[in-house]
């Protein structure tokens, strides 16, 4: 014998269509809820629609600290990091002469614009690095300039070194408040890929420094770029420049397995790549380097906006042997986001303070 349930009168009907409704609106609520995600000031101005950020690097071995959430903070911040050394590492965007478009039209021969050389100037002395690597400049001349403008602005780096490789247009430089104690160059500089033998493209940057009494040695890289050769697969190209510079730091620890490395750059390549992890090398070795995991104020990671296709990556990079790894202030070393870092260059600087 089956048992009817009871047809609900018009009260209960009514409290049962209230608590549906209230059950979907928190449906819908949670359903609806995303991530706490920083805002994202776009360069330009415009706000993406969606949260479109660079994914953050898994951090290493030493978490980087919460930044503050304004850019103003950062100044403050640094003053009183007390590091003993402040290093930037920073692709400076073409200060040279080449070919250049100008309102829109294709002129021969042009320097990097005098607004563009303003603003870089202006961001560094702003955060005032003792030493700073920098690429994709032109001529000794080039370097020289940037040099006298930084003291200008009342930022003397009065040391400086110069290298290049196989490109005849783009090479790197190092500028410094301390003495350079030496210099020195790898032993392999070209390789073999199908048959063709190919040489660096823009070298590999080896000077020590003397601060206070230590010595840091900086290896500074700019290797191939994404842009596609009829000679070689371009991303082949940078593994085995990758290899060419893992070899020369390999011979510098082998020689002296304390050596205070800094070795840095705009690798043109993201972390999970084959370039990145031939120049970190293997996370157990003794040799391994690691690279500082630097956000910017939001809790961004990204270093490079490529315009024509909107793309934001990380590409530049600080990284130290272990000898150093205890003198590197994790928390106060960061990716600098001031808000006119375009106008200066499509990548924006990375800040590293030793202790």
């Known amino acids: 014998m089956s048992v009817r349930s009871p047809r609900p009168t018009s009260l209960s009907s009514g409290l049962l269509q209230i608590a549906a409704t209230l059950a979907l609106c928190v449906g819908l609520v949670s359903c609806g809820k995303k991530d706490n995600t920083p805002d994202w000031d776009a360069p330009g101005g415009e706000a993406p629609k969606v949260s479109a950020t660079a994914p953050s690097e898994p951090v290493e071995e030493t978490p980087a600290a919460p930044l503050p959430t304004a850019i103003g903070e950062t100044v403050s911040r640094e003053s009183s990091s007390g590091g003993s050394l402040r290093f930037i590492a920073y692709n400076v965007e073409n200060w040279l002469t080449m070919d250049r478009y100008v309102d829109d039209k294709l002129q021969r021969d042009k320097?990097?614009?005098?607004?563009?050389?303003?603003?870089?100037?202006?961001?560094?002395?702003?955060?005032?690095?003792?030493?700073?690597?920098?690429?994709?400049?032109?001529?000794?001349?080039?370097?020289?300039?940037?040099?006298?403008?930084?003291?200008?602005?009342?930022?003397?780096?009065?040391?400086?070194?110069?290298?290049?490789?196989?490109?005849?247009?783009?090479?790197?430089?190092?500028?410094?408040?301390?003495?350079?104690?030496?210099?020195?160059?790898?032993?392999?500089?070209?390789?073999?890929?199908?048959?063709?033998?190919?040489?660096?493209?823009?070298?590999?940057?080896?000077?020590?420094v003397g601060v206070h009494g230590k010595p840091y040695r900086f290896i500074g890289v700019h290797l191939k770029s994404k842009r596609a050769i009829d000679e070689a697969d371009q991303e082949e190209m940078r593994v085995h420049e990758a290899r060419l510079l893992r070899r020369h730091v390999d011979s510098i620890l082998k020689d002296d397995p304390q050596a205070r490395l800094i070795v840095y750059g705009d690798f043109n390549d993201t972390r999970p790549t084959r370039t990145f992890k031939t120049i970190t090398g293997s996370y157990n070795s003794p040799d391994y380097l690691t690279a500082l995991p630097a956000k910017d104020s939001r809790g961004h990671a990204w270093t490079h906006h490529w315009a024509p296709h909107d793309i934001y990556s990380r590409i530049d990079f600080v990284t130290v042997s272990r000898a150093l790894r205890q003198e590197l202030d994790f928390k106060a070393s960061h990716i600098i986001d001031d808000a006119e870092w375009d106008q200066a260059s499509d990548h924006r600087p990375v800040l590293a303070i030793f202790r």
């Not at 994709?136 to 040099?147: H, M, N, P, S, Y």
């Not at 003397?156 to 290298?163: F, N, Q, T």
């Not at 199908?194 to 940057?205: A, D, E, K, V, Y």
């Open 111 to 208: 320097p990097k614009p005098d607004s563009e050389k303003k603003a870089a100037v202006k961001l560094l002395t702003k955060h005032k690095p003792d030493v700073i690597g920098v690429c994709e400049i032109g001529t000794a001349a080039d370097l020289e300039e940037i040099r006298e403008s930084l003291k200008a602005a009342g930022l003397d780096l009065p040391h400086s070194h110069y290298v290049g490789g196989t490109d005849p247009v783009r090479h790197l430089g190092l500028l410094s408040r301390f003495p350079i104690l030496s210099t020195a160059k790898p032993a392999e500089t070209e390789f073999s890929l199908n048959g063709t033998s190919f040489g660096i493209n823009r070298g590999i940057l080896d000077a020590t």
